[in-house]
């Protein structure tokens, strides 16, 4: 019995894999659209920072399917990528994760918001590291 065995939740629900790394390598763009001052305002970092907290509320709160998930979908579909089943329950532990991330970088935003864009860039490594590498943070907490 290894290390990911005992950590990772379990469950008889399945999701597309493919759909989950392209929707990381997703957030992370976004992430990295406002972590970059010197392209955007304030008030833009503060619009993309909303948005992707709202996009994690989608899924953590809803069973519907975020914007970004749609997206990560549509993309997998024309890109002509084969459905990969994997377990959902590890990537709703990693959603909720991120939601905390995403709802504290737009709170601290109103209190510093290079605190708030390190919290992003945490949020973005951890989203390139499962979307790029297929590394579960989580799983190994």
Not at 5 to 13: H, V
Not at 21 to 36: D, H, K, P, Q
Not at 89 to 103: D, E, L, N, S, Y
């Amino acid at each position: 019995m290894g290390i990911k065995s005992l950590a990772c939740p379990m469950s008889f629900e399945r999701i597309d894999k493919n759909v989950v790394r392209v929707s990381e390598i997703i957030t992370s763009g976004i992430i990295a659209l406002y972590t970059v001052p010197s392209l955007a305002s304030t008030a833009t970092v503060l619009i993309l920072m909303l948005a992707l907290a709202g996009d994690y509320a989608v899924r953590v709160f809803t069973s519907q399917l975020s914007p970004i998930g749609w997206l990560g979908r549509q993309l997998t579909r024309r890109l002509g990528m084969k459905p990969k089943p994997m377990d959902k329950a590890p990537k709703i532990f990693a959603v909720r994760v991120g939601f905390i991330f995403a709802a504290s970088s737009v709170g601290l935003f109103f209190v510093d918001p290079t605190i708030a864009i390190g919290v992003g860039l945490g949020l973005m490594a951890f989203n390139l590291l499962d979307g790029v590498l297929d590394i579960c943070v989580g799983c190994y907490f």
